[in-house]
């Protein structure tokens, strides 16, 4: 005896996931509602230059970035700068974000490591960044190693400050039950406690390569002769506010991508271990 079309069909309906069914839709408004305001001061940049209220020598309209956009690609400038930019962040968030990890497990798990890192750690992080490049300048030349090192500083302390508190507010059950099954030391950490700080390891990374970027330009601005940062300091000396804006627009889209890129980590970690 066959079933009733009605009781087929509020079967099938029934075993379709509504997760997959609405995060698809989900998605589009997100980056629909996301663009909106991007586009909102677009539209604003293009009628402001258009109708002559702001003059074009500050701020040139929309159609110059992307001339001076097409100019910089056609002579292979603007993809050098943005590679060896990538390049020095990617290396500099990943050291500082490995070094923050290491020292937020030293001070997060024990007394003694709390008791020694925390004031030198907390006065270091007081120094402005810029007050760092001298002496980073006079340690390591004006190579990549000073730039890549202030970098890493840049990205060390978000990881570390959000890891270590984390970490000293973990279920003491959890440990427990860890250490039921003779994880010690590393092990234990891996294993049991890692796993538990995953949000906060995840949001000190993002604010981590937000501070990467931040750092980039610091660095670049001062000592270098490749790059976003000197791109920017080159097209102000020259008056080039296309340029500029370019090299803004540039390093904001970077940005947005590696947060992007993280948010896909967190989402599959997250997953994973909750």
């Known amino acids: ?13 029934a075993t379709t996931p509504r ?6 839709s989900r998605t589009l408004w997100r980056v629909a509602g996301g663009l909106l305001l991007p586009a909102v001061l677009l539209l604003a940049w293009q009628t402001v230059t258009a109708t002559g209220l ?7 309209p929309p159609a110059s970035v992307v001339t ?11 993809w050098s700068s943005i590679a060896i930019s990538v390049q020095r962040v990617v290396l500099g968030f990943l050291i500082g974000s490995t070094a923050g990890v290491a020292a937020a497990a030293a001070v997060g798990l024990t ?23 001298p002496l980073l300048l006079l340690w390591m030349g004006i190579g990549e190693d000073s730039k890549v090192a202030l970098i890493a500083i840049g990205a060390f302390f978000p990881v570390f400050t959000t890891v270590s508190l984390a970490l ?10 860890g250490r039921t099954f003779s994880l010690r030391g590393w092990h234990l950490f891996r294993t049991v406690q890692l796993p538990a700080v995953i949000p906060s390891l ?18 670049e601005l001062i000592a270098a002769s490749m790059g976003l940062g000197y791109l920017l300091t080159l097209s102000q000396q020259t008056g080039r506010v ?16 590696s947060n992007a890129l993280l948010g896909l980590v967190q989402r599959r970690l997250l997953g994973r271990w909750t």
């Open 1 to 13: 005896m066959t079933a009733p079309s009605s009781l087929r069909s509020d079967t099938a309906a």
């Open 19 to 24: 997760g997959t069914r609405g995060s698809g």
């Open 54 to 60: 702001v003059p074009a020598y500050r701020l040139p």
């Open 68 to 78: 001076a956009a097409v100019e910089l690609a056609r002579t292979g400038e603007l």
């Open 111 to 133: 007394r003694i490591g709390d008791i020694l890192l925390s004031p030198t750690l907390a006065a270091v992080r007081a120094i402005p960044s810029l007050a760092l490049v």
């Open 168 to 177: 000293r507010h973990v279920d003491p059950r959890l440990v427990e039950m």
């Open 202 to 219: 995840m949001s000190g990374l993002r604010l981590a390569m937000a501070q990467s970027w931040l750092f980039l330009v610091a660095a």
């Open 242 to 257: 296309d340029r500029i804006l370019l090299t803004i627009v540039l390093l904001a889209l970077l940005g947005t991508l």
